[in-house]
């Protein structure tokens, strides 16, 4: 009997084992996490977004806000908290939940700074070269600096231009260009881009008649483009009609002033304003008007 107590114990060892093996292991438990544990946000700042993960567990995550600020949805891996749009320095909790797991974020909310800031209206702008002038306006915040003007490009503004608003003059000739204009307040500043387009033209091709009709060849014409506010009169020829009184100019801007200039013991100068054709026939009024035929003498009785 003395040898069995070894084999005993060999036995309970052997079954310990075996009972061991087949005891199933207890289940990984659940965790939850999240992409940040705290933010600084800005009260009106922007959105922003947080992550939770979730492992070992096919739980919905949930989602709680306490403190200042809202949340766009309540479940899902993802969340979209909006700071505050008005007020002081806060804080705010947000909080994942899942598989009886929590984890909270602390969120904390500045007050808003105030940032100035500078705008231009309208922030561009087309022109024509010669045209009338434009108005820009500018609108600043959360400053008291002046405001100042600059002009990069073609065309003017008054000198030493300040406040919230200034005028812009195309300049009077030349072909298409443009022009940046930088309003400055502080250290801020904006800009407004200005298209200056050339102005259209075109080409007169037109005749001098006598007063009879026929051709008047030999005469000086020329054309005066009409003044504006911004330009004065700009003279194109003149030129000689052909044999046929036809005279041709160019680059002409409408309206215009034909001028016909006759040789001084012909004609005196005549002048048509606000003219728009490109094919105008004039005609030419002698010194001395058409002769008056009399009327025959009555042959005296027999």
Partial sequence: MKHLKPISAIIFIALAIIMGACTPAPPASATLTVDRNSAIVSVGGAAETFTADLTNSTDTITWSLAGAGSIANTTGATVTYTPPASGGASSATLTASAAGKTVPISITINAQTNTPSLTISPTSATTTVGASSLSFTASL???????????????????????????????????????????????????????????????????????????????????????????????????????????????????????????????????????TRTDPTVVVTPLAGPPICSAPKTPPAP
């Avoid at 940046?180 to 102005?199: K, M, P, R």
């Avoid at 009184?245 to 001028?259: A, I």
């Fill in 141 to 275: 915040t959360n400053s008291t600096d002046s405001i100042n003007w600059s002009l990069s490009g073609a065309g003017s503004i008054p000198a030493s231009s300040t406040g919230t608003s200034v005028s812009y003059t195309p300049p009077a000739s030349g072909g298409a260009t443009n022009a940046t204009l930088t309003a400055t307040a502080g250290s801020v500043s904006a800009s407004a881009t200005i298209t200056v387009n050339a102005q259209a033209t075109i080409t007169v091709t037109g005749k001098v008649l006598n007063f009879d009709g026929s051709a008047a060849a030999g005469i000086n014409v020329q054309i005066n483009d009409a003044a504006t506010a911004l330009k004065t009169t700009k003279q194109i020829g003149p030129v000689v009609t052909d044999s046929t009184g036809t005279f041709t100019l160019t680059g002409v801007q409408t309206p215009y002033t034909l001028s016909v200039i006759p040789p001084a013991n012909v004609a005196a100068p005549q002048t048509w304003a606000n003219v």
